[in-house]
């Protein structure tokens, strides 16, 4: 490598750009003064830190950065917005980016996302940020939820710490997924009392023949479009030739008026997705016209059967203060729904009914409730009715008990919940939206979201599990990660993100050679993937020598592979892999730790700031292993160090070939191509080791079994 060659490198220094949201507007700053088509950025950056993030095997999934900015501050300007900003510099985001000059910085792209944590003077007029990376709240223990004092004033004393604070409540949230439907009520709250006694719900309304317990708590989230008709009919459907019409006159501002066309029962639809086996609650107001009969369906798209069916009422009122509410539970293998409004009087041109203010909404399941151990009866006159409602954006699930079946604050109450089986990543998704302080909206990635689904559909993995007690969100997303072989890490833009490990690799990946992009410092340490295995993936080599296994699985239940388990390790937490999904994952382990990991450390001029964690690499490099080195070999990052003093990016590598060794033979008898990137999806996604329905290669021989 000649001098000029190296020299070439550095010849488009890379420029640093920082951006600060305070609250009187944001601020931009660089290591040098920079005029962008758009901005102007002030060069008062003394020092700029080094950046680091990385995702599974090398460091802890989670790690989150903590580095500090220092400016110059000779003309006061942050001196000066201590004194006027309206709030403190505490969160403020913190967003560094680069380009270069040579594109007139057209083309930024964001190294780091985060949160201003602390601040302070220093000496000879420079000011200094503490910065923390947007990963959120991860040493924080959930479930965390709080019952506000003020939402239940007839609260008995038990179930309230004090007047000003509400209590933070372990809920067993079997909003994760399926499991809670024990029986005997064992997924109720026995640890829940002022002092943790073991009084069972929170005894939140005391009045007598009236009494309440809290059942859980989670995010209001709303699932109709436009159920108020406030400007026109959008993602509504069209029933029996009506029309549709939105009109003044609604319970609030408009409402929809449905007039029949001459076709019998005209009305509205709309389609909502919906998760087998979760409980969700509908609500309709509406208002007599011309006609005064109704009725309200929900309908199941997927095998075209009626989920619920009101059948023919009567709006007698004339006015909006007819509401028709009713809790149903998707069927399994319903995943989407239609809420159907008709008017029922017959055929007949010109006919009118109104419907205002639709909702609907997930709830929590409670098929059974105990009282002091004993099974109660629900319905209208009998022991107690299940009630919902929204309190300051949260879905509110209480036993209301009937007159004459009085508790009292002695009383052990219990119950079993229920909610639908989710994909393993929906499962993430909905336990963070609700309980964590997530917003799927802002704060995932929802390619890689979408896309891991996808991948979870593909192999048919569900996930049951419950949460009953507080845990670190650490430990529960590292439970995650190594029960599904999947990376969960944030980017660069701070966003949440879910990715499979698998043998696909992106289409086109960035090529980088030895001669152009790699600088000195090659360092291959040929025993690291043992001390990786070990330490980061629990995985030993067996004596035999002819795969990894995890010592940290236990053989619980007989449906478990000794690859699989009933994952009970973190108290109060409690979540089952079915046989065929341990088995699934048991089967790509082997694959990924059959042959040697090689982590690779390389050292990049700052052209990869392009590239994000789990991305592909191409690699040429003539130092690599093998007699001529590695000539376009595949590896995924997974740790990434960013020295913008220096312009120097230093990444750790695993090599991609190790994830599925040599070629695989799929279901369809095929042998797939020798190297994988020529692997067409979906076979990239779900691979075997021989034809799944003979148990054969290719060429006939039987396979070979690697796991029982």
């Known amino acids: 490598m000649t001098w000029a060659t190296e020299a070439a490198k550095h010849v488009n220094t890379p420029v640093v750009l920082v951006s600060i949201a305070f609250n009187s507007g944001t601020r931009y700053y660089s290591n040098t003064y920079i005029e962008t088509a758009t901005q102007l950025y002030k060069g008062n950056i003394l020092n700029l830190p080094e950046i680091s993030s990385s995702v599974g095997d090398i460091d802890r999934t989670y790690e989150r950065n903590k580095i500090r900015l220092l400016f110059s501050d000779a003309d006061y300007e942050f001196r000066g917005l201590e ?105 109720g709250h026995p640890s829940l009392s002022a002092e943790g006694s073991g009084t069972g719900l929170l005894f939140v309304d005391t009045t007598a023949d009236a009494e309440k317990h809290l059942v859980g708590l989670q995010i209001y989230d709303e699932m109709i479009l436009n159920g108020g008709f406030d400007t026109d009919t959008s993602n509504w459907g069209v029933l029996s030739m009506s029309t549709l019409a939105s009109v003044a006159g609604g319970k609030s501002g408009n409402c929809l008026r449905v007039t029949g066309d001459g076709a019998s029962n005209p009305g509205a639809y709309q389609d909502i997705t919906v998760v087998p086996g979760s409980y969700y609650r509908t609500r309709v107001y509406m208002k007599a016209g011309t006609e005064n009969e109704y009725s309200i369906e929900i309908y199941n798209r997927d095998d075209t059967s009626y989920i619920y069916d009101s059948g023919d009422l009567i709006e007698a009122a004339g006015d909006w203060s007819t509401v028709h509410e009713v809790v149903w539970q998707a069927p399994a293998g319903c995943t989407t729904a239609s809420v159907f409004m008709r008017h029922s009087g017959g055929s007949g041109a010109a ?26 009866t629900e319905g209208s006159g009998n022991d107690y009715q299940i009630e919902h409602s929204i309190v300051d954006t949260y879905s509110h699930c209480l036993v209301a008990w009937e007159a004459g079946n009085n508790p009292t604050e002695a009383s052990f109450i219990s119950c079993d919940i229920v909610f639908g089986s989710r994909r393993p990543v929906e499962a993430i998704r909905h336990f963070l939206d609700n309980f964590c302080g997530y917003t799927y909206a802002t704060d995932f990635n929802a390619t890689s979201y979408t896309a891991a689904v996808a991948k979870e559909a593909d192999r048919s993995y569900t996930f049951d599990g419950a949460l009953w007690q507080k845990i670190p969100l650490r430990s529960i997303l590292d439970m995650w990660r190594s029960g599904f072989e999947l990376d969960i890490y944030w980017d660069k833009d701070g966003l949440l993100c879910f990715k ?36 980061k993936y629990g995985y030993n080599y067996h004596y035999a020598k002819t795969y990894y296994y995890n010592y940290a699985t236990r053989e619980d239940t007989d ?21 065929s999904v341990a088995n699934d994952i048991a089967s790509r382990k082997v694959i990924r730790f059959k042959d040697p990991i090689t982590f690779d450390a390389f050292k990049f001029p ?49 090599d991609a070939s190790s994830f599925t060794g040599k070629s695989c033979i799929l279901g369809d008898t095929a042998v797939q191509a020798a190297t994988w990137p020529g692997v067409a999806d979906p076979d990239s996604h779900y691979c075997y080791l021989c034809d799944i329905a003979t148990g054969q290669f290719a060429d006939g021989t039987e396979g070979k079994r690697l796991f029982d």
């Open 606 to 654: 700052l052209k990869t700031f392009s590239d994000d964690l789990t991305d592909t690499l191409k690699i040429t490099h003539f130092e690599g292993i093998g007699s001529s080195g590695y000539n376009a070999r595949y590896f995924q990052i997974r740790k990434v160090s960013y020295d913008i003093n220096s312009y120097i990016n230093s990444v750790i590598l695993e």
């Open 83 to 187: 004194e006027s900003e309206t709030v403190s510099f505490k969160n403020r985001v913190v967003t560094i980016k680069v380009g270069f000059a040579e594109d007139s910085y057209a083309n930024l792209l964001t190294l780091f996302t985060g949160y201003i944590y602390d601040w302070r003077r220093l000496d000879n007029l420079q000011y200094e940020f503490e910065v923390e990376e947007r990963s959120l709240n991860l040493e924080n223990e959930y479930p965390d939820k709080r019952v506000d004092r003020a939402d239940y004033s007839l609260a008995a004393p038990s179930a309230l710490k004090s007047a000003a604070v509400g209590w933070v409540i372990p809920i067993p949230y079997g909003t994760i997924s399926a499991l809670g439907l024990s029986g005997d009520g064992a997924f």
């Open 559 to 579: 449906s478990q592979t000794k690859y699989g388990a009933t994952f009970e390790d973190f108290k109060g937490f409690e979540w089952i892999r079915s046989a």
């Open 351 to 376: 006919k009118t009914f109104y419907f205002d203010s639709v909702i609907t909404y997930e709830v929590i399941g409670v098929p059974r409730v105990y009282k002091d151990g004993v099974l109660q």
């Open 500 to 535: 499979y490990l698998s043998s696909e690799v992106s289409s086109s990946p960035n090529s980088y050679t030895a001669e152009r992009d790699i600088l000195s410092g090659f360092d291959s340490d040929p025993l690291v993937y043992k001390l990786l295995n070990k330490l």
